[in-house]
């Protein structure tokens, strides 16, 4: 369960273990250290949706809404 308020995130990565693994952490790291974290990891992208349904993405994922 989250901890920081985030309601839902999804990790992109060429490997779905990886991306399975980082799911647990970004969730409850709260978004700013998740996406901080994030950002500094090669092939490694993920969008978060906080309680207030507000949407963060990483640095390369470029979402039009």
């Known amino acids: ?3 920081s308020g985030v309601k839902s995130v999804t990790v992109f990565c060429p490997n779905a273990e990886i991306a ?3 799911a647990t952490p970004v969730s409850i790291m709260g978004v700013e250290a998740a996406l901080n ?5 090669n092939h490694l992208e ?3 949706i ?3 349904d507000t ?3 990483s ?3 470029n979402l039009k809404y």
């Open 1 to 3: 369960m989250p901890v």
């Open 20 to 22: 399975d693994a980082m």
């Open 37 to 41: 974290m994030v950002n500094q990891i």
């Open 46 to 48: 993920c969008i978060i």
């Open 50 to 52: 906080d309680d207030h």
């Open 55 to 57: 949407i963060y993405s």
């Open 59 to 61: 640095q390369n994922i």
